[in-house]
C-alpha cells in the first residue's frame, strides 16, 4: 500500500503560482506513472498532468503550458509547477499513483485562485 501525501496548496492571486507536492511512502521508481487530477465543487475530477516512470508526460489543452508536472526519485517525489493560475483552476488538487492494477490517491490539496 503506497501512502500519498500531498503539499504546497493554498491561497494565489490570478496570474501567481503554486507549487504542489506529492510524498510517497516507499520508492517511486517501482511506480508505472502518477498523475495529478483535480476536483472542482459540483465537477467531475479531471486529469491535469501524468508522468510515466520513464518520464513522458501528458496534459490536457487547459494547462498545457502553464503547468509542469516532474518527480524526484531520490526524494521520492512529484511535483506539479502550476504558473500563471486562473480562478477556473480552484480545485482541490489529487496526487495519484500507478502500480500495475493498483491505484493510489492522496487527501488533496486546496488551490483557491482569486481573481
Known amino acids: 500500500q503506497v501512502q500519498l501525501v500531498e503539499s504546497g496548496g493554498g491561497l494565489v492571486q490570478a496570474g501567481g503560482s503554486l507549487r504542489l507536492s506529492c510524498k510517497a511512502s516507499?520508492?517511486?521508481?517501482?511506480?508505472?506513472?502518477m498523475a495529478w487530477y483535480r476536483q472542482a465543487p459540483g465537477k467531475q475530477r479531471e486529469l491535469v498532468a501524468s508522468?510515466?516512470?520513464?518520464?513522458?508526460?501528458n496534459y490536457p489543452d487547459s494547462v498545457k503550458g502553464r503547468f509542469t508536472i516532474s518527480r524526484d526519485n531520490a526524494k521520492n517525489t512529484m511535483y506539479l509547477q502550476a504558473n500563471n493560475l486562473r480562478s477556473e483552476d480552484t480545485a482541490v488538487y489529487y496526487c495519484?499513483?500507478?502500480?500495475?492494477?493498483?491505484?493510489?490517491w492522496g487527501q488533496g490539496t486546496q488551490v483557491t485562485v482569486s481573481s
Open positions: 516507499e520508492t517511486i521508481q517501482t511506480l508505472n506513472a
Open positions: 495519484n499513483a500507478r502500480r500495475g492494477w493498483d491505484l493510489y
Open positions: 508522468i510515466t516512470s520513464g518520464g513522458g508526460t
